[in-house]
């Protein structure tokens, strides 16, 4: 498929998967990238909710655009267009889990046949440091990364049901359909999920609330200080 520019980017973002479709078909590169911004997001999440990496999921949505585009022939309109490219990002996605799962166990048994008489691994698999954020940003960052962490700890089940449903915002029978799971098995399954969600997010910020609104000493000095000295006044006014 060759790709040729057309204009009129802001019109097509209100036009329908279809209308773009039609227009791939025929070449057009604006229609490419309509989709591909439309539908980024959704599938960066889906894919972050199996591998819980963001630069895997990067890969993921990247792999799971080429493959559309280029089988288009494959996608038979039984389904929304966004339905199709979301479950082939959980196969993808599912794919390099499994892919990531192997190579893990054989760098663990590469690990144990390199250890030394002593103990130490001659094997070394250095990892780069978190990028840092703003200082302006910091207390969103760890908002974030707190909100991360708990959904990467649910269990994939419940976080995949979890992602579609109150991220993504699908309905019970899109999650169906995409997880391959009767409806009822969804509804369990988000219940589940938002209540181990709540419970986890209410002990990580348990912390915070207490040094919310802060009564520091100097204010609290002041308290006693005005205290005192209007009961002495109510005193002396009482005695005269």
């Given at each position: 498929m060759r790709l040729a520019k057309r204009s009129g980017l802001g019109a097509a973002q209100s036009t329908s998967d279809d209308a773009l479709l039609?227009?791939?078909?025929?070449?057009?590169?604006?229609?490419?990238?309509?989709?591909?911004?439309?539908?980024n997001q959704q599938l960066?999440?889906?894919?972050?909710?199996?591998?819980?990496?963001?630069?895997?999921?990067?890969d993921i949505v990247q792999e799971t655009y080429l493959r559309a585009f280029t089988r288009l022939e494959d996608?038979?309109?039984?389904?929304?267009?966004?339905?199709?490219l979301t479950h082939i990002a959980l196969?993808?996605?599912?794919?390099?889990?499994?892919?990531?799962?192997?190579?893990?166990a054989q760098l663990s048994?590469?690990?144990?046949?390199?250890?030394?008489?002593?103990?130490?691994?001659?094997?070394?698999?250095?990892t780069s440091p978190p990028p840092t954020s703003p200082e302006a940003?910091?207390?969103?960052?760890?908002?974030?990364?707190?909100?991360?962490?708990?959904?990467?700890?649910?269990?994939?089940?419940?976080?995949?049901?979890f992602i579609l449903r109150d991220i993504e915002g699908m309905s019970t029978n899109e999650t169906a359909e995409l997880l391959?799971?009767?409806?009822?098995?969804?509804?369990?399954?988000?219940?589940?999920?938002?209540?181990?969600?709540?419970?986890?997010?209410?002990?990580?910020f348990a912390p915070c609330f207490q040094d919310m609104l802060p009564f520091e000493d100097e204010q609290c000095l002041g308290m006693a200080d005005r205290?005192?000295?209007?009961?002495?006044?109510?005193?002396?006014?009482?005695k005269n």
């Amino acid at each position: 498929m060759r790709l040729a520019k057309r204009s009129g980017l802001g019109a097509a973002q209100s036009t329908s998967d279809d209308a773009l479709l039609a227009r791939v078909q025929h070449g057009d590169e604006r229609a490419v990238r309509t989709l591909i911004t439309r539908y980024n997001q959704q599938l960066f999440r889906v894919a972050r909710g199996i591998l819980r990496n963001d630069s895997e999921a990067e890969d993921i949505v990247q792999e799971t655009y080429l493959r559309a585009f280029t089988r288009l022939e494959d996608f038979r309109h039984e389904s929304a267009f966004s339905t199709w490219l979301t479950h082939i990002a959980l196969n993808q996605a599912s794919n390099r889990l499994r892919k990531n799962r192997r190579r893990k166990a054989q760098l663990s048994q590469l690990a144990e046949e390199t250890r030394t008489p002593s103990g130490a691994t001659l094997v070394v698999f250095p990892t780069s440091p978190p990028p840092t954020s703003p200082e302006a940003q910091a207390v969103r960052h760890e908002i974030q990364k707190i909100l991360e962490t708990a959904v990467d700890n649910l269990r994939t089940p419940l976080r995949m049901v979890f992602i579609l449903r109150d991220i993504e915002g699908m309905s019970t029978n899109e999650t169906a359909e995409l997880l391959s799971i009767r409806p009822e098995t969804v509804k369990t399954r988000l219940y589940r999920a938002r209540q181990w969600m709540r419970s986890t997010l209410e002990r990580s910020f348990a912390p915070c609330f207490q040094d919310m609104l802060p009564f520091e000493d100097e204010q609290c000095l002041g308290m006693a200080d005005r205290v005192i000295i209007t009961l002495a006044q109510r005193l002396s006014n009482a005695k005269n």
